[in-house]
């Protein structure tokens, strides 16, 4: 399956940003998804993930109660909604899809088997 991540751009704190990752090439709703984040210098973390059926979330306390993850399997697109942006959030953003039937939300990269090129977000102070 092919990824490809969107919706980046430049942001003052406090402000809103969705992102999309649109899925080709396979069929969507056999994968769990995920957003992971890198920063400059630093190690690519979880942001959020959903399971199959989008039933089941997942967040990193860091993003917790200002993202929302969300799919639409019919549309083979997944979203990350991020409000209340902080200068921190500041990174590239990658959305993931996992095909292991075992795990429910993986939020270890390793855990995914596809990944979409990133999109890039910048929060102004």
């Known amino acids: 399956v092919q990824l490809q991540a969107s919706g980046g751009g430049l942001v003052q704190a406090g402000g809103s940003l969705r992102l999309s990752c649109a899925a080709s090439g396979g069929t969507f709703a056999s994968y769990g998804m995920g957003w992971f984040r890198q920063a400059p210098g630093k190690e690519r973390e979880f942001v959020a993930g959903i399971s199959r059926s989008g039933r089941n979330t997942l967040y990193a306390d860091s993003v917790k109660g200002r993202f929302t993850i969300s799919r639409d399997n019919a549309k083979n697109t997944g979203y990350l909604q991020m409000n209340s942006l902080k200068p921190e959030d500041t990174a590239v953003y990658y959305c993931?899809?996992?095909?292991?039937?075992?795990?429910?939300?993986?939020?270890?990269?390793?855990?995914?088997?596809?990944w979409g090129q990133g999109t890039l977000v910048t929060v102004s102070s």
């Open positions: 993931a899809c996992a095909a292991d039937r075992t795990v429910i939300i993986g939020w270890v990269p390793t855990t995914y088997d596809y």
